[in-house]
């Protein structure tokens, strides 16, 4: 007899998951570097991805050396960004068809993302449906990712616990997040690899991931 798959949410991460967007933001942090007359690295810019983007600026800042305050830097990196972002966004695979799976289906969504919410809304935007119930941005929290304060608001706000919810992350960090959070934490690895842990789950990618797939992860854990 089957079981029956109890309601759930899921919670978006945005940056590398739902947008291929990390080169932009690494490509703006070398940009920012080079005005300073300081070499960035790529290496520079990948330890700094899933972190909050207030956590990395306050980085970027001290490599730098530099006069901007980690807001200014924020909201600079922010404007470089949004205007790499033109014409048809560069979606990850299998992500937007997913979106609208959930959507069809009467899933609740969020937005996770360590951007800032200006930005973010602008991403859902572009999606040209109503994708998402909910946004917490970067802006919206006080401890960033690895923290999981961001998830633990996203799962309240829509009016779940944790444990009812399923979280997507491409980083590490990310992924920290969602597991602290409680939530059944999928990773799907992007720019930068996620190592492998006793009971964390890996996919390759959402290309082919239907909602079927993400309610077996709720029918396993009753087995």
Not at 45 to 54: E, H, K, T
């Amino acid at each position: 007899m089957s079981i029956p798959v109890p309601p759930f949410a899921v919670l978006w991460d945005m940056d590398g998951t739902l947008i291929d967007s990390e080169h932009h933001w690494l490509s703006s942090e070398s940009e920012l570097a080079s005005e300073h007359g300081i070499d960035w690295t790529p290496e520079d810019g990948l330890d700094l991805v899933g972190l909050s983007l207030l956590e990395s600026s306050k980085i970027i800042k001290h490599k730098l050396d530099s006069d901007l305050s980690p807001q200014e830097i924020t909201d600079r990196l922010t404007e470089m960004v949004t205007a790499k972002l033109v014409g048809t966004l560069p979606w990850r695979p299998g992500a937007v068809e997913l979106l609208r799976e959930l959507k069809a289906a009467g899933i609740k969504t969020a937005l996770v993302t360590m951007s800032m919410r200006r930005m973010a809304a602008r991403v859902a935007d572009s999606l040209g449906f109503d994708a998402f119930d909910l946004i917490v941005a970067g802006d919206d929290v006080v401890l960033g990712k690895p923290n999981p304060e961001a998830y633990l608001k996203a799962a309240a706000g829509l009016g779940f616990l944790p444990e009812q919810c399923v979280a997507i992350e491409d980083s590490k960090t990310g992924l920290t997040a969602a597991e602290l959070a409680g939530t059944k934490a999928i990773g799907v690895p992007n720019i930068v690899s996620i190592p492998a842990e006793p009971g964390r789950i890996l996919w390759p990618t959402l290309s082919g991931v239907t909602l079927a797939d993400l309610q077996s992860l709720f029918k396993e854990s009753n087995d």
